[in-house]
């Protein structure tokens, strides 16, 4: 289960055009997961087009606060060095899916040798950011517990930084991993560098891949979010699309234009929203979901028309914040083969105490029998003790 419900998709503004007065998106799901979406808003920003905004994000727990970075004169790193002091500046030089990945690799998949990735950021004036962009390479339950029989166990990116006379100290435990193929990472250096430093290093024992690493000045300029009014929000089963891999590497990409209707996938057991208007359930927060099944998808407008016209040299840029949950079918999971039971912000855990869940339940029933009504019948027969 998903231990942080919001997460924020960066959109550039020559990624989302007006269409007949609307924008439109479409979120689906590809994998063998069970989502459960609460919300779906998007924002738009407008701003310079000499600057970049970019949401606080990666993976952390407890969850990032919501933040907004405004930033100006990207530049790559002077110098950036693996594990083994190998050059590898021009890896993570821009984003081509060439990345550092001499790292040795544990027979578990989503481990790796404890490795680091050493920066020299050249000089640095001012309040300075660093934009991690790159993709994790996950372990799953069963990673995990088959790793912690090795003893074992995952060290989170942390953030080191050499002083003057040589010494490395450790200025964060933990900057977060990508989510999303690609995500990019921003990490507020400000009040973390010392006069004259200049040295980091990014040390953990996680297959992260790095593909492109870069300084900026953390500035203003830009306007606040403004919500888009959604105009139509459906639900239907439309398949899957067609997974790529361009040069033979991960990370997957899909080909949204090609679909198949064959799902390589399994299906939860249990209970699914029905296709059709989902509008109600997603306009807030409220643990009333679109409980979705691998293939589906929500297709989404929102209202273009009332956007202010642009003053020259002006761009926008777009947030879609999405808050909710996901559950993958792993057999080392939480109840990994059912949608029961429903996840609820304010849960203790996962799942949740049987008090809990009867409370949530009856608070919620309603809805449930509303919406919950598209049957997904067990995979594999229940095997009972016969006594």
Known sequence: MSADPLEFVRIRGDQLRPKDGRYEIRVTNELEETLYVDRLQLLSIAHPADLDVFPNEGLTDPPKPFRLFNLRDKRPVALALDHDGHDVTGRVRRVDRQYPDGFAVMPFRGYAAQHTLTL????VT??????????????????????????????P???????????????????GIPVGRPQTLV???????????????????????WDEIRTARITSGGEPPRPLQPLTQQLSERGFSRPLRPDGHEPETYDYSQVSTRSHWKTMAGRFTRVG???????STDDQFVVSKPGDQIAM???AAGEAPLPAGWTRTFLLMADGFSKEMD????SPDHVEPLPFHGMSRYPPPVPEQEANRAA???????YNTRLSPPWLPRIELVK
């Open 120 to 123: 020299d950021l050249g000089p």
């Open 126 to 155: 001012g309040p300075t950011a660093l934009l991690l962009t790159g993709w994790t390479d996950y372990a799953f339950s069963s990673d995990n517990v088959a790793a912690s029989h090795a003893g074992l166990s995952l060290s």
């Open 157 to 175: 990116p942390a953030l080191e930084i050499r002083d003057a006379s040589g010494v490395w100290r450790t200025a964060l435990g933990d900057i």
């Open 187 to 209: 990490v507020d250096l400000s009040h973390l560098l010392r006069p004259g430093e200049h040295l980091l290093r990014i040390s953990t024992n996680m297959r992260i891949y």
């Open 277 to 283: 208007d989902v509008g109600a359930l997603l306009a």
């Open 301 to 303: 407008s929102f209202d």
């Open 331 to 334: 057999i080392n999971s939480a």
């Open 364 to 370: 919620q029933q309603r809805y449930r029998d509303r």
